[in-house]
Structures are given as structure tokens and as C-alpha cells.
């Protein structure tokens, strides 16, 4: 499974952002359910959750993100896009994209090679 995330970037306070990750591999082969979504680290700080999808169009946010930021994704395309408005200088990190499917009641993810946002105040 390969993800491929893009779209960070440097934009002020109260601007916006749109993430990319678009997937390829087994997981979007096989029938059944598969979860897109994106985690972020900032420096110093453990990786968190950001939101995810299921392939059904399931979706969670986090707390600190819910009415700022939309997930949405093209199965298709098995690409999920994140799109971050109102952002707030806590909100910088690197963003990974991640994808899992439970298979026989085993859980493996899969990370994208992270994507830095920056928000300056």
C-alpha cells in the first residue's frame, strides 16, 4: 500500500489549506471496508488523530478540529482530501495520511510520508 500525501504549505491565521493523499494497493482491492484519514505530530508532541473516512462515508473528527476542517474522498480515485479552514497557529504540524483495513480481525495501517502545514499568527 502506498499513500501519497501533498497540498501543505505556509498561510497565516485564519486562512486555508486543502490536503491530498491519494492511495494505491491491496487495501482498495479488496472487498469491504477501508479507512482513509489524516493524523498529525507537532513538534515536541505525539502523533494525534485529525479525522478519517470509511469507504462507505463514515466520518470522525477530532474534537479540536470539528467545524474547521472537512474530509471528503474520491473512491475512484481512492484519494481523501482534507480541507482546513479557519486555521490557527496550534493547528501547525506534519500531517500524514494514514489507511487501514481490518482483515480477519487484524489492523494494519499505512502512512504517508507526512506533509508540513505551517500557520503563522
Known amino acids: 500500500v502506498q499513500l501519497q500525501a501533498s497540498g501543505g504549505g505556509l498561510v497565516q491565521a485564519g486562512g486555508s489549506l486543502r490536503l491530498s493523499c491519494a492511495g494505491s494497493g491491496s487495501i482498495f482491492s479488496i472487498n469491504g471496508i477501508n479507512v482513509m484519514g489524516w493524523y498529525r505530530q507537532a513538534p515536541g508532541k505525539e502523533r494525534e488523530f485529525v479525522a478519517a473516512i470509511t469507504s462507505s462515508g463514515v466520518i470522525n473528527y477530532a474534537d479540536s478540529v470539528k467545524g474547521r476542517f472537512t474530509i471528503s474522498r474520491d473512491n475512484a480515485k481512492n484519494t481523501v482530501y482534507l480541507e482546513m479552514n479557519s486555521l490557527k497557529p496550534e493547528d501547525t504540524a506534519v500531517y500524514y495520511c494514514?489507511?487501514?483495513?481490518?482483515?480477519?480481525?487484524?489492523?494494519?495501517?499505512?502512512w504517508g510520508q507526512g506533509t508540513l502545514v505551517t500557520v503563522s499568527s
Open positions: 494514514n489507511a487501514y483495513k481490518i482483515i480477519v480481525g487484524t489492523r494494519t495501517d499505512y
